[in-house]
């Protein structure tokens, strides 16, 4: 048996046999390296293009932020715009997604509210209920959960993380955190112990603020509105200003709250900004109802009728009263008719003045004839000082020309010592309770 050098059993030698063979093999592997390449090649341009396609479909289009549930929308169209320009405008780079930092996971807010307990509700609005809530740090909160088929939904709950983790106030109620697990969203804000301004103004049996009181209250609430308007590098409007979105917590310091509907005010050179209505029936600019045409101003008008509460001790809108009464603002200039009768005999009269023609300058029938929310603050102020002033004084010293005061039935001096003890006894009262 011969083997050759070829390594063939054959002991016959064919001098291109080998060769043949070696050169079949080569070709197999060239064919599959080629394959095998091409394939790839083919496949990463694939990728490319998606890629690129991918880019331009978001340049040309932005981001829809999904949404968790659809809610009811009172904008129409417009609610998820709105919401979006808002993101962009406020940070430009920004992406949409929230700020995880501030998550906090369902199963918390669950065992803090006990599976949200009924006994536990302190609210209801329009984007759904409010529970209070104790997390596992201790820290007492305020969890407003969203429900669905509620007038607000996701654009609301984008716009206030998105707001409330930017901006920090003394007078702004702040935000702790957020859930938006299991198809839910809720919000987590510091918890205002004593509730809305407007259940210590009327239809309950709590202690009666002083006027001196109602002024530190409205002057804490136009120093929160102030810094919305030009404290913070962008002009924000709350859109949603009322009584009950004033809140009162630990010694008695009261904040703005409640800023789904917020937004960016006019940017630079523009003099307003065209969006739906939202708001609150009685508290809506008579402007901006009817054209659309948004500006801080609006804001202005809202605090007005929020001014003549705090005077009035009674809702903007009381459908049990007849003719021009049902309307607060109707009523406003008849002061002698409208004042709290518990503030008779209480308020210094150049006191009174001041503040009403703050109020009625704020319900000014144009937005150019209101004032700033810094002059609002000023004049609020300056009435406080004119009641401090007349509280230091002696019970026989005037406080002004009879000419200069304002003809308001049963609102005249009174000592100042019967005052101090009222306002002492008026507070002790609202500690205790």
Not at 138 to 151: N, Y
Not at 175 to 187: F, N, P, T, V
Not at 414 to 431: F, G, L, V, Y
């Amino acid at each position: 048996m011969k083997v050759n050098t070829f390594g063939s059993l054959n002991g016959t030698f064919k001098p291109d046999s080998g060769f043949s063979q070696t050169k079949k093999k080569s070709v197999h592997v060239a064919i599959l390296i080629s394959t095998i390449v091409g394939v790839f090649l083919i496949a990463l341009a694939i990728t490319v293009l998606v890629l690129v396609c991918k880019r331009c479909c978001s340049k040309s289009k932005p981001e829809e932020a999904p949404v968790l549930w659809a809610p009811c929308k009172t904008d129409g169209a417009n609610s998820v715009d709105l919401s979006r320009k808002f993101t962009e405008r406020t940070a430009p780079g920004d992406s949409p997604n929230f700020k995880m930092g501030l998550h906090i996971n369902f199963v918390e807010i669950e065992l803090a509210t006990n599976d949200f307990d009924e006994r536990f509700v302190i609210g209801t609005g329009g984007f759904g209920k409010v529970y209070r809530g104790v997390l596992s740090d201790g820290t007492i909160v305020a969890v407003k959960r969203g429900m669905q088929g509620s007038k607000q939904g996701y654009p609301e709950f984008q716009r206030e993380i998105f707001l409330l983790s930017r901006i920090r106030h003394r007078h702004l109620v702040s935000l702790i955190g957020y859930c938006a697990e299991r198809s839910e969203m809720i919000l987590v804000y510091e918890y205002m112990e004593k509730g809305p301004l407007g259940k210590y103004l009327y239809g309950s049996n709590l202690p009666c603020f002083s006027w001196k009181q109602r002024l530190q209250i409205c002057i804490g609430a136009a120093r929160g509105l102030n810094y919305l308007h030009a404290g913070y590098s962008h002009n924000i409007i709350h859109r949603d200003i009322k009584s009950t979105n004033i809140l009162l917590g630990e010694n008695y310091l009261f904040k703005v709250s409640d800023f789904g509907l917020s937004r960016l005010g006019p940017s630079h050179g523009e003099s307003h900004v065209t969006t739906g209505v939202k708001g609150t029936f009685g508290y809506l600019n008579p402007e901006y109802f009817k054209n659309l045409k948004l500006t801080d101003k609006s804001d202005v008008y809202s605090f007005g009728m929020v001014l003549l509460e705090v005077l009035c001790a009674r809702p903007v809108i009381d459908l049990a009263l007849s003719g021009q009464r049902v309307n607060l603002a109707e009523w406003a200039l008849q002061l002698e008719k409208i004042i709290d009768p518990r503030l008779v005999g209480k308020i210094n009269v150049n006191s009174l003045r001041k503040f009403s023609e703050t109020a009625e300058k704020c319900l000014a029938e144009r937005g150019v004839d209101r004032p700033t929310m810094a002059e609002v603050l000023r004049n609020l102020e300056d009435a406080l000082q004119l009641q401090e002033t007349e509280l230091m004084r002696e019970p026989y010293e005037d406080s002004g020309n009879e000419e200069s005061q304002i003809p308001v039935a049963g609102v005249g001096r009174t000592p100042s010592a019967r005052i101090s003890i009222d306002e002492d006894r008026s507070m002790a009262r609202m500690s205790e309770g």
